[in-house]
Every structure is written in C-alpha cells, then in structure tokens.
C-alpha cells in the first residue's frame, strides 16, 4: 500500500507505524521500505516523512539533489565554493573545503535521525542556505516549489553508480554483498533511492519545465568540460564570474579546488570522520574513491551491461534524457 504525503503525521509513532505499512524488500545493506515508489531504508523514509511535514523552505534556499553515489560531495564542493567565494577566496589558505568535507558544509535535510536532530538545526542555519538532499521530484515539500527555490540535480550513468554504490556499501558497512546480488536489486530498481531511473527522470522534467528554477547536470559531462559547467552553475546560482574574474583564471581556481585528487588527498578527507546520518560516523575517504567516468568496465561482464542498459534505454524512452 502507497502512503501519500497528505497522510503523514507529525508524531514519531505515526512515523513508526506508516513504516510498517508499506512494502519491505532486501537493500543493498539494510532491508529497505517502498516509499511513495522509491526504496529506501525505514529510518530514512520517517526522515523523509518528518520533512516533508516539518521542513519550512526559504525562497533563497539552494537545493542540490542527487540520487546516491552520483557526485553528491563534488556538487556540494562546487556550489559552496561558488556561493561563498566573495567571503572565501578560492586560492586562499583558509577555504573551508580545505579542512572540512563538503558533507558538513551543506547538509543533507533528510538526515536519517532527525528525530536525534531536528529539523530546527535547519531553520538555525544563515540565509541563503545551500542543502542537500537524496529525495526524489516528488517527494520534495511541495513548499519548496512554490517558493521557487533553486534545485541543482545532478545524475550520473547508472553503471557507473550500481559500482560505485557497492563498492560503497562493501566498504562501509559490516555487510558483504556480492555485485551479481547488488546488480538484481539495482536491476530492478532497489537500490538506495531507486529506482535510479524515475529519480534522474523527476528532475529532468522538471529541468524541462522550469529551466530558470531546476538545473540538471551529468557527471560525464561535468567532468568533460568543468570549466563550461561551472561558469554555467555560477550563473543559475546567482553568482555569476565577472570579465576580471575569467580572465584572472577563478573558474579554473574553482574547478581545482573542487577536484577529486585534490579533495581527495586532503587529509581531512583522507583520515577524518563525518557523521552524516547523526548516528554512526563514516570515513570521509568513503566518499572518493576512482572518480572516473566508465569504471562499470571493470566490474560488470558485458551481458550486465547490456542487460541494464537495456533496462535504462526503455525506462527513459521519449524523455529525451540518455546516458
Ligand atoms: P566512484 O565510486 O565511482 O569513484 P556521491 O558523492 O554521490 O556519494 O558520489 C560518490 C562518487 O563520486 C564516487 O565515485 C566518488 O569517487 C566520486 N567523487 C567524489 N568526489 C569527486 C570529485 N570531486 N569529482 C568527481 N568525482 C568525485
């Protein structure tokens, strides 16, 4: 039974008990819950739930979306750089990015405990606040929408996110899963905030549909040509680089800072901790590890490949969106 955001309750028992209504399957990890038509673990869809009844957007807010392991901390990295360069210069010694992870800079509004951590931990934040979320179009607050706010999505070709994700579960959690078993449930679209596919396909609608308000961005193309994207992520963002600024090379500064090597070799993302979910601290390593576009190569057999291309391709027919 789907549960409709009408009928979500304030109350942590109600929470509760709508969880135990809805359909239940093996995660990747975790078994995860069908939430209003993406799989999910049950903690995050009460996180979900508690948002989309308690979360009070702002017209200026900035939301970057994503589906997991599909460049989420290198979207974080970019927007806050290019948001808060008048206040931090990019080349500067003292950037934050240099000392801390991008996840604790722009967090994430449906932190799975946010019963532990409230959503007044949002509202305490400064204007113009920039956030993240892994929620799909259509579960976002409908406030959200109709305050305007600016939502930057970007996707990534699901091969490439199927292996960065099990690699991710292997190396984070106790659990091993084996890729053909990761590759089934990807397949057939529960996987983390899957399936993949509606996800990328919510935002790019709604790209089409409001192109001044919703950005959509691919990795594969981000990373062909950052200098091209940043400039064009800048603008949407409001803050668009000056003559003097191009000329002096700060997309270029930007688009450094915020690279995988570069991240990546910080010691605070080599060796530290963030606490992402409010209960259980990650190793921010977790979050970098190739950084490559095609890497499924590696990892899934051709039959695999084609099987969930094939998939994606029907999935995605006349929508004009393609990996
Ligand atoms: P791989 O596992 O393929 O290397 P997310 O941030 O959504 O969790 O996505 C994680 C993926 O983005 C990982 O992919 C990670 O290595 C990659 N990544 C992290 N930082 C990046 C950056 N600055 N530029 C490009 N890719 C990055």
């Not at 057939?188 to 905030?193: E, H, P, R, V």
Request: charge should be negative.
């Amino acid at each position: 039974m789907e549960i409709s955001k009408s009928s979500v309750d304030n109350g942590a028992e109600e929470r509760e008990r709508l969880v135990s209504t809805l359909p239940m399957r093996q995660g990747f990890w975790k078994p995860y819950v069908l939430y209003q038509g993406y799989w999910m673990s049950p903690q995050v869809a009460k996180s979900v739930m508690l948002l989309q009844d308690q979360f009070k957007p702002r017209a200026d807010d900035i939301i970057l979306a994503t589906c997991p392991k599909s460049g989420t901390i290198w979207l974080k990295a970019l927007a806050f750089t290019l948001v808060n360069r008048s206040c931090h210069a990019v080349a500067g010694d003292g950037h934050p990015l240099l000392t801390t992870t991008p996840h604790d800079l722009v967090p994430f509004i449906e932190k799975p405990d946010r019963e532990i951590h409230p959503v007044t931990e949002l509202e305490a934040l400064a204007s113009p606040r920039l956030l993240a979320t892994h929620m799909p179009f259509a579960q976002l607050p409908q406030s959200i929408s109709d305050l305007g706010c600016r939502v930057v999505y970007i996707c990534r070709e699901p091969k490439d996110v199927l292996v960065s994700l099990w690699h991710y579960v292997n190396t984070v959690s106790d659990h091993f899963i084996e890729l053909e078993k990761a590759f089934e449930l990807f397949s057939q679209g529960g996987s983390f905030f899957g399936p993949v596919w509606d996800h990328s396909l919510g935002y790019w609608k709604q790209s089409i549909a409001e192109p001044h308000r919703v950005m959509f961005l691919k990795y594969e193309e981000l990373m062909a040509d950052p200098a091209k994207h940043v400039k064009n992520l800048a603008e949407f963002l409001g803050v668009p680089f000056t003559v003097d600024e191009v000329e002096l090379g700060a997309v270029e500064q930007v688009v450094d800072l915020c690279s995988f090597h570069k991240l990546k070799n910080l010691p605070v993302n080599s060796s530290g901790k963030s606490d992402l979910a409010g209960w259980m601290p990650m190793d921010n390593s977790s979050y970098f590890r190739t950084g490559t576009v095609g890497d499924w190569a590696n990892h899934l057999t051709q039959e695999m490949a084609h099987k969930l291309d094939s998939i994606v391709q029907d999935k995605l027919k006349g929508s004009g969106l393609t990996f």
